[in-house]
């Protein structure tokens, strides 16, 4: 039995990364930010430069650093809070909310990279079901997007780490540090290293990109992937100085909690984003892949280690629903080797369910499985 979790980049049979390839996802948006999923087109669509993010540290990504031998040791899961998939994903969910400007051929970013999304998987879900033996039997199922991340959506103040992120590796910024290293500002940021406890800060370091950005330069042309952007988005700037976040020419922060309201002002946090915009998606997918496969059952994976959507006595309560989330033991993943001893019930500290994480601590062998 099988069901769908898209961990590879497809291509179009010219081998060119084209709006009409099978476009799929896994963490951390795509390999060209650090993981695996989406196509180049992507980052290009949404104003990013994927040839700068090594420079800005707006991702780290093994292929591109100076000497692939010296990558550091799970640096990669550092990914989600830097500039590239925090953008990313930002506008996937929330762009018609937070980045109004980013128009291109005519829909929001949000609805541009959904529809493609949607479209490429359904391509496949006919192919699937013109084949007349596989749904049901082979096929028996369809995941939603794997270990999808909620960008900004949701931050307080762009300016300080959130409380509830509990991973630090490497170069730590802060949102807004990275939104300045983005833009080619240099910035003192504190550097992090992780052990067996968790991790702790070892001191701090200077990122300067010397004026280079990881956003598109504004002579850039991409007439190649046939898309028209809308002339209210400039490439060569930084999208959320555009929409008035902060201020270029003082280099000063203008709205710190920008992405921590809805626009009806209610509260932004992430469980009311899995409940909104992860949940408006999942509705999409799910009934543009039921319109094919009727039977089929959706794996629904809310954002890792977060509280998953309230359904019970909705319309999303069908009984071929699964609640697919995924784990980590977050000790064992960083430090690759499997401790007896004592490990860290890191769920329970992410969900608030210790007076302090000492309380979290589990020793002997059977405590910790």
Same mark, same amino acid.
């Given at each position: 039995?099988?069901?769908?979790?898209? *961990?590879?980049?497809?291509?179009?049979?010219?081998?060119?990364?084209?709006?009409? =390839?099978?476009?799929?996802?896994?963490?951390?948006?795509?390999?060209?930010?650090?993981?695996?999923?989406?196509?180049?087109?992507?980052?290009?669509?949404?104003?990013?430069?994927?040839?700068?993010?090594? /420079?800005?540290?707006?991702?780290?990504? *093994?292929?591109?650093?100076?000497?692939?031998?010296?990558?550091?040791?799970?640096?990669?899961?550092?990914?989600?809070?830097?500039? =590239?998939?925090?953008?990313?994903?930002?506008?996937?969910?929330?762009?018609?909310?937070?980045?109004?400007?980013?128009?291109?051929?005519?829909?929001?970013?949000?609805?541009?990279?959904?529809?493609?999304? %949607?479209?490429? /998987?359904?391509?496949?879900?006919?192919?699937?079901?013109?084949?007349?033996?596989?749904?049901?039997?082979?096929?028996?199922?369809?995941?939603?997007?794997?270990?999808?991340?909620?960008?900004?959506?949701?931050?307080? =103040?762009? #300016?300080?780490?959130?409380?509830? +992120?509990?991973?630090?590796?490497?170069?730590?910024?802060?949102?807004? +540090?990275? %939104?300045?290293?983005?833009?080619?500002?240099?910035?003192?940021?504190?550097?992090?290293?992780?052990?067996?406890?968790?991790?702790?800060?070892?001191?701090?370091?200077?990122?300067?990109?010397?004026?280079?950005?990881?956003?598109?330069?504004? #002579?850039?042309?991409?007439? &190649?992937?046939?898309?028209? &952007?809308?002339?209210?988005?400039?490439?060569?700037?930084?999208?959320?100085?555009?929409?008035?976040?902060?201020?270029?020419?003082?280099?000063?922060?203008?709205?710190?909690?920008?992405?921590?309201?809805?626009?009806?002002?209610?509260?932004?946090?992430?469980?009311?984003?899995?409940?909104?915009?992860?949940? #408006?998606?999942? !509705?999409?997918?799910?009934?543009? %892949? !039921?319109?094919? *496969?009727?039977?089929?059952?959706?794996?629904? +994976?809310?954002?890792?280690?977060?509280?998953?959507?309230?359904?019970?006595?909705?319309? #999303?309560?069908?009984?071929?629903?699964?609640?697919?989330? *995924?784990?980590?033991?977050? %000790?064992?993943?960083?430090?690759?080797?499997?401790? &007896?001893?004592?490990?860290?019930?890191?769920?329970? /500290?992410?969900?608030? !369910?210790?007076?302090?994480?000492?309380?979290?601590?589990?020793?002997?062998?059977?405590?910790?499985?």
């Amino acid at each position: 039995m099988i069901f769908m979790d898209c *961990h590879q980049d497809v291509v179009c049979s010219t081998g060119l990364f084209r709006p009409e =390839a099978v476009l799929t996802f896994c963490f951390q948006w795509s390999r060209f930010s650090g993981g695996s999923g989406a196509p180049m087109w992507t980052l290009y669509a949404m104003g990013l430069n994927p040839q700068t993010f090594d /420079v800005t540290e707006a991702a780290m990504v *093994h292929n591109t650093w100076p000497d692939p031998a010296t990558f550091p040791k799970m640096i990669w899961s550092t990914n989600y809070q830097r500039l =590239a998939c925090q953008t990313m994903f930002t506008m996937f969910f929330a762009g018609r909310d937070f980045a109004p400007k980013c128009i291109i051929n005519g829909k929001n970013i949000q609805d541009y990279l959904q529809e493609h999304f %949607i479209g490429a /998987v359904t391509y496949l879900a006919k192919k699937i079901h013109e084949a007349g033996d596989l749904e049901d039997t082979t096929i028996i199922g369809w995941e939603s997007i794997n270990e999808p991340n909620r960008g900004l959506i949701g931050y307080q =103040a762009l #300016d300080v780490i959130p409380t509830e +992120q509990k991973l630090q590796k490497g170069t730590s910024p802060t949102a807004w +540090q990275a %939104i300045l290293t983005g833009s080619g500002r240099a910035c003192e940021i504190d550097t992090w290293d992780f052990g067996g406890t968790g991790p702790y800060k070892t001191g701090s370091v200077l990122v300067d990109p010397e004026g280079v950005q990881a956003w598109l330069p504004a #002579d850039y042309d991409d007439s &190649r992937y046939g898309w028209k &952007r809308d002339p209210s988005w400039k490439l060569g700037e930084c999208i959320w100085a555009q929409h008035g976040v902060w201020d270029p020419a003082t280099d000063a922060i203008l709205k710190n909690d920008y992405f921590g309201k809805m626009p009806n002002g209610e509260l932004l946090d992430p469980g009311k984003f899995t409940e909104t915009y992860f949940m #408006d998606h999942y !509705r999409k997918y799910t009934a543009a %892949i !039921r319109s094919i *496969h009727k039977n089929a059952i959706m794996f629904c +994976q809310p954002p890792v280690f977060e509280i998953p959507p309230a359904i019970k006595d909705t319309p #999303d309560a069908d009984d071929r629903m699964v609640y697919a989330p *995924h784990f980590y033991d977050g %000790i064992t993943l960083m430090t690759k080797k499997w401790n &007896r001893l004592w490990n860290i019930d890191v769920l329970g /500290v992410l969900r608030g !369910r210790y007076l302090t994480p000492a309380f979290a601590l589990k020793i002997g062998e059977t405590a910790i499985r």
